[in-house]
């Protein structure tokens, strides 16, 4: 079976710390830009950060820049987003994709370019 599964949302109080996790079962990341995208309840879908197989070359939204990092273990077939000086307004369920090279990650018509989506996982940032 061909999946993204992510791990590590919770409840942290607002300048705290958490980690998010995305492995991939049934196929190898090291081929595809993975990408974290979050939608809180009311709003879009948005791109956070992503990271390309090829360079390693990172990209992050403004609004992360600075408190987000994101990394990958190819021989984990895993990604990760460490996600530092949390606040409220990072409030969502943070899901993982996995999509083409050949695109930048954050423009708005990424999300056609991914093969695969994992499930989600809620973050509440809330004291």
């Known amino acids: 079976q061909l999946q993204l599964v992510e791990s590590g949302g919770g409840l942290v109080q607002p300048g705290g710390s958490l980690r998010l996790s995305c492995e991939a079962s049934g196929f190898s990341l090291d081929t595809y830009t993975i990408g974290w995208f979050r939608q809180a309840p009311g709003k879009e879908r948005e791109g956070v950060s992503c990271i390309r197989p090829s360079d390693m070359a990172t990209y992050y939204q403004d609004s992360v820049e600075g408190r987000f990092t994101i990394s990958r273990d190819n021989a984990k077939n895993t990604v990760y987003l460490q996600m530092n000086n949390l606040k409220p307004e990072d409030t969502a369920v943070y899901y993982c994709?996995?999509?083409?090279?050949?695109?930048?990650?954050?423009?708005?018509?990424?999300?056609?370019?991914?093969?695969?989506w994992g499930q989600g996982t809620q973050v509440t940032v809330s004291s």
């Open positions: 994709a996995a999509g083409s090279p050949f695109y930048y990650c954050l423009g708005s018509h990424y999300p056609s370019k991914v093969a695969y």
